[in-house]
């Protein structure tokens, strides 16, 4: 791997990484990274070297396992939607030379109170330090970034290939999505 400005790799897996990088990376000032550190508000591990630089420590993008977390809500169509998701996240990962742990396929439906036992023990595998989704919908937008945050400490993390569900990927069958089209429209006599 060749050496990138601001990131330095150690020999237990973790790279340590300039606050001032890290904060770039996040979109976001240094000043304001540097007071989330000293609030104790920061979502990673830091250390603070002899001379008094800040850095983050992130897993190193080579160690751990990476797994694949599908998910469809039962309907006609859920095989398909977990196919394409899985044929979506394979292209990714030939495409960066990523290795596959395994790939986790569930057909639940978190949102009518469901539970996500395939998610639930991927998440207590401590080998698994990424999860790769299809996107945020896959889990719930707000899941998504609460797993993010609460995975981010444990050096693990999850990340989406796409931020937003495409359109393709709601059952046109299920009653849900129907009367969401039909919401706000008059009725036609």
Do not use: C
């Amino acid at each position: 791997m060749a050496h990138q400005p601001g990131y330095f790799p150690t020999l237990d897996g973790v790279r340590r990484v300039r606050l001032s990088e890290w904060a770039r990376e996040q979109g976001i000032a240094r000043i304001t990274a540097y007071r989330m550190l000293k609030r104790g508000l920061l979502p990673v591990p830091s250390d603070r070297s002899p001379t008094g630089r800040w850095y983050v420590l992130l897993p190193s993008t080579r160690s751990g396992r990476t797994a694949f977390y599908t998910r469809a809500t039962p309907g006609k169509s859920q095989i398909a939607v977990i196919n394409r998701q899985v044929a979506a996240l394979s292209r990714w990962a030939a495409a960066y030379e990523r290795p596959v742990h395994t790939v986790v396929r569930e057909i639940a439906d978190p949102f009518t109170g469901g539970a996500l036992p395939r998610l639930e023990k991927l998440l207590f595998d401590s080998h698994i330090t990424s999860i790769v989704i299809h996107s945020p919908a896959v889990v719930g937008d707000f899941a998504f970034r609460l797993l993010s945050a609460a995975l981010a400490p444990q050096g693990r993390m999850i990340s989406a290939l796409h931020q937003s569900e495409p359109e393709e990927e709601h059952d046109p069958a299920d009653p849900r999505f129907a009367a969401n089209e039909n919401r706000g429209r008059a009725a036609i006599p």
